[in-house]
């Protein structure tokens, strides 16, 4: 129940791609789903955060896609880029408590 | 910018001995943790803190403790060091103030041989 169930493991994109992660959850008493972005040699840093009020948030080619009643979300992004190349994690918590659940990561590559 | 500074890099230890992983942050955060990240697992919470000498057991707690004497450090410590603890350690901190991004330091790796 604790779980957030990320996919796909790895990824492999061109330039100018969409690059597409998906994670799923079963808490539904979740209420905060980060995307973080590690790059090699460095520790993860927030990329993009929604709550389940809105379906969709968006910044720049950064964009997470929130589907409650499936309690998955999704994040985008647009353009993908070499500088893109990155491990990225989902994470979901609940609002009484700052203890973030990770995904198990997503290794993304964009080819030029 | 918030600065969560790891102690060493890289650290070999072997089997048995006490290994002490040290973390500080600049930026007067009152929630600090320590994760542990392997390849296929994710990160994976081992403790966190929310105050001075405040501690709390994440998913993973077994043969490790740690320590916060200070506000601005958060210790991990391997009580007897054994190989399938050979990781990644990742130290973050956050302000508690609603939901705050965690800031993560560059992480130790931690061979134990």
């Known amino acids: 129940q604790q779980q957030v169930k990320q996919s796909p493991q790895s990824l492999i994109v061109q330039k100018g791609g969409i690059s597409i992660i998906n994670c799923a959850y079963e808490n539904t008493a979740f209420d905060y789903f980060p995307w973080y972005q590690q790059f090699p040699g460095k520790g993860p840093a927030l990329l993009i955060a929604?709550?389940?009020?809105?379906s969709e948030k968006k910044e720049g080619r950064f964009t997470i896609s929130f589907n409650k009643s499936a309690k998955q979300f999704s994040l985008h992004i647009m353009d993908s880029q070499p500088g893109d190349s990155a491990t990225y994690f989902c994470a979901a918590s609940m609002g009484n408590t700052d203890k973030l659940i990770f995904g198990t990561g997503t290794r993304l590559q964009v080819f030029p | 910018d918030v600065k969560v500074t790891q102690s060493s890099r890289y650290l070999v230890k072997r089997t048995g001995e006490k290994v002490f992983l040290e973390c500080v942050q600049d930026m007067d955060h009152e929630n600090m943790f320590w994760y542990r990240q392997d390849p296929g697992l994710g990160l994976r919470l081992i403790y966190f803190s929310y105050d001075v000498k405040m501690k709390e057991k994440g998913d993973i707690p077994e043969g490790y403790s740690v320590s916060r004497e200070k506000k601005e450090r958060f210790s991990l410590i391997l009580e007897s060091a054994s190989t399938n603890q050979t990781s990644m350690y990742l130290c973050?901190?956050?302000?508690?103030?609603?939901?705050?991004?965690?800031?993560f330091g560059d992480g130790t790796r931690l061979s134990i041989l």
């Open positions: 973050a901190s956050s302000l508690t103030t609603l939901v705050q991004p965690q800031h």
């Open positions: 929604i709550r389940p009020d809105v």
